[in-house]
């Protein structure tokens, strides 16, 4: 079948993407460091998600910041939302995007609701940024951050009070660690959250027996990569059930390494996926995803990953 009979492209939110593969923010800066890459092209992503940025710049947390965990299945980070500030960020980081091909999408943190309506209101006047993502749900900051993402009413406070601040896309980024993450889901969209993205980091520890501390400067960090890719499953699956109704797409996220990985979450009920800490181990991660999620539509009889996003079919039943 000739390339072009896969069709590839999705709309999220209005925001219609080339393709349903973003890069995850956090993991891979402004989008500078990659171009570096031989072979790597920013221009055949669907979107890009920057790193998280707050009003005032962040020094971030003490080192050291990453430690990998057994097998290598996964890696616990704490940076701390280390940035420059959004002024700096509107400044530096977005004119080299100027032409890029793919999305542009800002990761908003903050430790107040007034601090998060401030960074979507400037970026809300940046060309260049076509969505937001509204991170509640950074665990390795002391101040906000996953704290707002824990409960219904205050996920809701912030997703309304940044609603009245933009009309482009809202996405909230959601927390793994909640009991219940369709309800916080649900009081997004209620609230005025175009789209839903999870799953943020799993809080984590890693203990040095011989020094009897935590291995991490900031004792606690967020757990990425493969070993969290069951949980932010049933997580899409949870959410995917729980905002149907409401017609607010899903962005799956959560050890994505290969193209069957993708297609899970698209068949768990997300209409795009992001790729994190897989391009730490392969810069090229993104590129064979590509190539190979058209290979997979094609042995699977399918035309359009449209088609078969919610598709799972329980052995239980609904
Ligand atoms: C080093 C690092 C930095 C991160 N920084 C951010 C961030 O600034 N904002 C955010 O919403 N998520 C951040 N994340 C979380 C990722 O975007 C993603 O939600 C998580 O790592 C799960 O996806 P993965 O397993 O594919 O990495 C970060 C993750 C890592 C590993």
Known sequence: MPETDVNLRVTIAGLELQNPLMVASGTF??????????GFDNDALGAIVLKGTTLEPRKGNPTPRLVETAGGAGIINSIGLENPGVDAVIRDHLPPLEGCKAKVIANVAGGTVEEYVEVVSRFDKADRIDAMEINISCPNVKKGGAAFGASSEMAGEVIAAVRAATGKPLIAKLSPNVTSIAEIATACVETGADA?????????????????????????????????????LLKVHEVYQAVRGAGA?????GGIACARDAMQFILAGARAVQVGTALFVNPMVCTEILGGMKDLLRRMGETDINDLVGTLKLNCGE
């Open 29 to 38: 800066g402004w989008g500078e460091v990659f171009e570096k890459v031989q």
């Open 249 to 253: 797409p899903v962005i799956g996220l």
């Open 196 to 232: 839903l993205s999870l799953i943020n980091t799993l809080r984590a520890m890693e203990i040095d027996v011989d020094t009897r501390r935590p291995v991490l400067g900031n004792d606690i960090g967020g757990l990425s990569g493969p070993a969290v890719k069951p949980v932010a």
